[in-house]
């Protein structure tokens, strides 16, 4: 059985400060990892995925997330906020089957 | 550019009167799948077809059904809706190469079709 739990359902920050956002999960398997970026009324986006190479993995729009197996975590992280990250962000285990976190919602204040 | 298309975007219909949805894709995988999604809440996975087979999820209601009559094009239709049918309906698509017809491989998502029961 796979899961994965959001620890945050909503992160505020301030533009140009830090962001992560956490994500732990459980799996019987070794797993893809996902992290998907929704903006209002939008379909969601591919921001970067974990498929057992690199732990540190780079994805779009400068985030990034690091695959911790001994922490089963995978948080999300972006140096430097900009207004436009504002949006809905879900974690994904996958395995065979797919699990979506409950998402975390991402404020970013001027 | 290849990528998942659905029409329409903005879908209104009336309590008990059948919808269809529609979505393509050109992408030409052979996994495609539906999830609804409710205000705030995280998408939440129908049914989805590796190539011509169908999978639902055990606790999809008989009130949706789906049809894939070729590679690119998947419907979801709703045979009754009701108000608690209101809600984002996004389609995906990936290629399975685990021929399991699951994630594992990432899913494209198209921009979603809001349907609104009156």
């Known amino acids: 059985a796979q899961s994965v739990t959001q620890l945050d359902s909503h992160v505020s920050v301030s533009e140009g400060t830090p962001v992560l956002l956490r994500c732990n999960y459980s799996s019987s398997y070794s797993p893809s990892l996902f992290w998907y970026v929704q903006h209002p009324n939008k379909g969601l986006q591919l921001l970067l995925k974990?498929?057992?190479?690199?732990?540190l993995v780079k994805g779009i729009n400068g985030f990034e997330a690091e695959f911790k197996k001994s922490e089963t975590s995978f948080h999300l992280t972006k140096p430097s906020a900009h207004m436009s990250d504002a949006a809905e962000y879900f974690c994904v285990v996958s395995g065979p089957d797919m699990r979506f976190g409950a998402g975390t919602r991402l404020t970013v204040k001027p | 550019d290849a990528m998942v298309i659905q029409n329409p975007r903005y879908q209104v219909t009336q309590f008990g009167k059948p919808v269809t949805l529609s979505c393509s894709q050109t992408?030409?995988?052979?996994?495609m799948y539906w999830y609804q999604q409710k205000s705030s809440q995280a998408p939440k996975l129908l049914f989805h077809?590796?190539?011509?087979?169908f999978n639902n999820e055990a606790d999809t209601p008989d009130n949706f059904q789906s049809r894939r009559p070729n590679t690119s094009f998947c419907f979801l239709d709703i045979r009754s809706p009701g108000l608690g049918d209101a809600a984002m309906y996004l389609c995906?698509?990936?290629?399975?190469?685990w021929g399991r017809g699951t994630a594992d491989n990432e899913q494209f998502f198209g921009p979603g079709t809001r349907l609104t029961v009156l």
């Open positions: 995906a698509t990936s290629y399975s190469l």
């Open positions: 077809y590796y190539d011509k087979d």
């Open positions: 992408l030409n995988h052979n996994v």
């Open positions: 974990y498929t057992s190479a690199a732990t």
